[in-house]
């Protein structure tokens, strides 16, 4: 797999010109063994590309390990200074560096793997973990499907003509809220002929997306919010609901395995496959699960609960090893130690039943997921434990080196063309 390091560029534009400080490693694809040094070159340039010789830098290091550190350099005459750093186990480093205060601040930042594809979970998994998540889907399957399905008029007159789209409502008996989204698909479209995409959202509380263009390609694409809220409502609306009934969910009820909010959230998950999978257009085989932070939680999740779900896209996933800190790695989103009342020996092993290295060691469907080395949120150790116990035949992950959590587009492309080469492997055989 061939990786591309981008390098971390923070533009200043006060005063006359703007300048450009660049934090690069020296190798590109930003990958040591573990024991070995990295060597990270700090650039500032003018707006026109011209070197700014001594210049104090200010470099922060952070990272697993227990790595920090600080220092000041001064740029040489071709501009750059350098910092040589490492970890002699597994992880990941990340180096922030800036010059000048206030409005005059220039800021870039970078970071380095060691040995990632060695990272493994810090905790075990739970020994009734599959009997608690039969328990959690049985709670959702007692219930008979009543699916509500609400026409949505489209503006586009062309679209229109094509596909169909339609606001969803799903019972969800036990997760504490219905699933919520909308459904789009071609006009009379044969049955068992079209693969389906069914995505899930990041953190906060929005109305679910219009898979519009997953339809005009010719798929089935289902997108569910994740919390069961109404969609299609102004931007106050949630924005209301994120400071009221549902402001610091992610916390809600941690350190109880039957009431922690992520578990109503993947029991939505499990709702909204079992519904697509009855749709007759459906062609019986191709299930992708997509989503980006904490909607590539749910993927990851999904993948692991459903076997029928062929392919998963995880974008930068939240929700991996909620145990990282305890052995002195960064953990992932919503980093439950942050959590008021946070009791580490009550919280995480419930945490465990609800942490996306346990339902990625279940996956059996061709996996996808990115990580940026300079990702706060969700941090590449926690990408990478995940990724790495992953049983699937075929699963390919894309680093950003300088990234942070984001999706550039070269990897938003990458992850569509592994869903494109997937949907033509599941038409093949």
Avoid at 95 to 122: C, N, Q, W, Y
Avoid at 266 to 291: C, H, M, N, S
Avoid at 301 to 309: F, K, N, S, T, W
Wanted: net charge positive; with cysteine.
């Amino acid at each position: 797999m061939k990786l591309t390091a981008f390098l971390s560029v923070l533009l200043l534009a006060g005063g006359a010109a703007a300048e450009r400080l660049t934090v690069a490693p020296d190798r590109p694809e930003a990958l040591y063994r573990s024991g070995e040094q990295a060597v990270f070159t700090l650039k500032l340039t003018s707006e026109e590309g011209k070197t700014v010789a001594d210049r104090e830098v200010r470099y922060y290091l952070y990272g697993d390990d227990s790595i920090k550190g600080k220092g000041t350099l001064r740029t040489g005459r071709d501009g750059t200074a350098e910092v040589k750093t490492g970890l002699n186990r597994p992880g990941f480093i990340r180096l922030a560096a800036a010059t000048g205060t206030g409005k005059e601040k220039v800021e870039g930042s970078g970071g380095a793997g060691f040995d990632p594809r060695k990272i493994m979970p810090a905790r075990p998994e739970p020994p009734d973990f599959d009997a608690y998540w039969a328990k959690a889907k049985q709670e959702v399957d007692q219930e008979p499907l009543r699916v509500k399905l609400t026409p949505v008029p489209l503006a586009d007159a062309g679209q229109a003509a094509k596909i169909k789209l339609f606001d969803v409502e799903l019972n969800c008996s036990g997760s504490g809220a219905p699933v919520r989204g909308y459904l789009a698909l071609p006009y009379a479209a044969e049955a068992k002929t079209l693969p389906a995409v069914v995505s899930f959202q990041g953190a906060g509380v929005h109305s679910a997306g219009r898979p519009v263009g997953r339809a005009l390609a010719g798929m089935i694409g289902f997108e569910i919010n994740a919390h069961g809220v109404v969609n299609g409502r102004p931007r106050e609306f949630y924005d209301a609901l994120d400071k009221g009934e549902l402001n610091g969910y992610r916390y809600r009820n941690m350190d109880d395995p039957e009431k922690i909010y992520f578990r109503g959230m993947f029991q939505r998950v499990w709702r909204a496959l079992q519904f697509v999978k009855r749709l007759p257009e459906w062609d019986g085989r191709t299930l992708i699960a997509l989503g980006g932070s904490q909607g590539g939680g749910q993927a990851l999740a999904a993948a692991g609960l459903d076997p029928d779900v062929s392919c998963c896209v995880a974008y930068v996933p939240a929700l991996c090893d909620h145990g990282g800190l305890s052995v002195g790695r960064e953990s992932g989103w919503p980093r439950f130690h942050w959590g008021k009342g946070y009791d580490e020996a009550k919280v995480l092993p419930v945490a465990d039943y609800v942490d996306a290295v346990n339902f990625a060691r279940r996956i059996k469907a061709d996996c996808f997921l990115s990580t940026g080395f300079v990702d706060l949120s969700c941090h590449p150790s926690s990408v990478y434990a995940a990724y790495n116990v992953i049983p699937a035949e075929m699963k390919q992950i894309v680093n950003s080196p300088a990234s942070d959590h984001s999706v550039p587009r070269s990897t938003f492309q990458a992850g569509e063309e592994f869903m494109r080469r997937h949907i033509e492997k599941m038409r093949r055989n």
